[in-house]
Nanobody
């Protein structure tokens, strides 16, 4: 059964760091791109970061570039999102996703067919 199980998240203060993790099972990791999206209350789901199977290419939203790092551990079927210098505007429900998008659509949520359960990240003083 295809499944993405997320861990991490929580309440942190502005400027803090936090790492989210996601483990895939059921054959949706090898040769798949992994991505992170987020959705704040009252807003649409937005792209955060993505990484190709061979980890040779990664992609970031402008709003997180330089602060967030996506990585994958192919031996453990895991993808991580290391978040630093967190801001209140980073507060959202974060989702990991698996899919096989072409480069031009790698930032589109519709390119991913498998989703994690979501994990809350709250940045507040």
């Amino acid at each position: 059964q295809e499944q993405l199980v997320q861990s991490g998240g929580g309440l942190v203060q502005p400027g803090d760091s936090l790492t989210l993790s996601c483990v895939a099972s059921g054959g949706i990791f090898r040769n798949y791109a992994l991505a992170w999206f987020r959705q704040a209350p009252g807003k649409e789901r937005e792209f955060v970061a993505a990484i190709r199977w061979n980890a040779g290419s990664s992609y970031y939203a402008d709003s997180v570039k330089g602060r967030f790092t996506i990585s994958r551990d192919n031996a453990k079927n895991a993808v991580h999102l290391q978040m630093t210098s967190l801001k209140p505007e980073d507060t959202a429900l974060y989702y990991c996703a698996s899919g096989r998008p072409i480069t031009s659509t790698i930032r589109s949520a519709t390119s991913y067919g498998y989703w994690g359960q979501g994990t809350q990240v709250t940045v507040s003083s």
